[in-house]
């Protein structure tokens, strides 16, 4: 199989979470509190880019007038802010702050582990996940977090249990439906894997990358309709993701539509240049088009991009 998704080269996605902005509350302890960096940093609204966010948390830390307590929310603040830019450099380090000034705050670790798993660090992710489960036994993410590092070294026994402990802990949560049906997927278990795909869409029935796993199983299954149907319903939900209209492209690569499957193939690469798969699943469509110039390009590109 071909598949690929924006972690791991896996053939389908699980997703990890970081915590959302908390409120930083203009306390009267603040000699001087400036309202609009305050508004700014909390983002209640959600209408700030990163940037702005970014700025504005910024201006509260020179300030020099918060408490450690104050503090700590402005770093995690920022550092969710540098996530969304993937700047995962500065996310862990603003993380890294938070638990110095609070070293029993679970939340904190859970963030830094995922952006350590990010810069491609699985062992400190693994490590930080850890240390948050120990000091929360109840935080549902940690788990869930620390079960996609198990799917990703291929622990998928593993991988269940923690997501299936963060299900426990939380049940409206779609996600770990779809991370645990990853790892089952991953097991060979299409049934329990579809099952969790089910779930997670029944929990969420706008999260795109449990339609296009669920079409990646059954494509698997040779139940190419459904499998379009699928993936069709997840580039509606997410169309700026490439991973899904690669995952389309190799449904009609399998039902012998080369045009269709070139198409998406196509759009994937232009979403992200750096797709190796996309280039070589879609030289295998060009070569059987008789295409063999345009194959051998593709090939090449897709084994330096391998390579890298």
């Not at 810069?119 to 693994?126: I, K, M, S």
């Amino acid at each position: 199989m071909w598949f690929a998704c924006r972690r791991g080269g896996s053939a389908i996605c699980t997703w990890f979470r970081g915590s959302t902005l908390a409120a930083l509350a203009c306390l009267a302890a603040l000699s001087a509190c400036d309202q609009q960096n305050l508004d700014r940093c909390n983002n209640r609204s959600g209408s700030f880019p990163p940037e702005v966010v970014i700025a504005g948390c910024t201006a509260l830390i020179e300030a020099r007038t918060l408490s450690r307590e104050e503090l700590a929310t402005v770093y995690s603040n920022r550092g969710k802010a540098y996530d969304m830019q993937s700047d995962y450099a500065h996310a862990r380090d603003d993380y890294a702050a938070v638990i110095r000034l609070e070293p029993q705050n679970a939340q904190a670790y859970d963030d830094r582990g995922l952006a350590y798993y990010n810069l491609g660090d699985q062992e400190r992710a693994l490590a930080d996940y850890e240390r948050a489960i120990r000091l929360n036994p109840r935080l549902a993410e940690a788990y869930d977090n620390r079960g996609t590092i198990h799917n990703a070294r291929h622990d998928y026994a593993a991988a269940v249990a923690d997501h299936s402990e963060a299900i426990r802990l939380s049940p409206r949560d779609a996600i770990p439906y779809n991370n645990r049906g990853v790892a089952y997927f991953n097991q060979g278990e299409r049934e329990r894997a579809i099952a969790d795909y089910d779930q997670a869409i029944r929990v969420d029935p706008r999260l795109a990358t449990a339609y296009d796993n669920r079409g990646v199983a059954y494509a698997d299954q040779g139940d190419y309709a459904r499998a379009l149907a699928d993936h069709h319903r997840s580039i509606r939900l997410n169309p700026a993701d490439p991973v899904t209209f690669n995952n389309r492209g190799l449904a009609y690569y399998s039902l012998r539509d080369d045009r269709h499957a070139i198409t998406d193939f196509s759009h994937a690469i232009r979403l992200n240049r750096e797709f190796a798969d996309a280039y070589a699943n879609r030289a295998r469509a060009l070569e059987r088009q008789g295409e063999h110039e345009r194959a051998a390009a593709d090939r090449a590109e897709a084994d330096r991009l391998s390579r890298r």
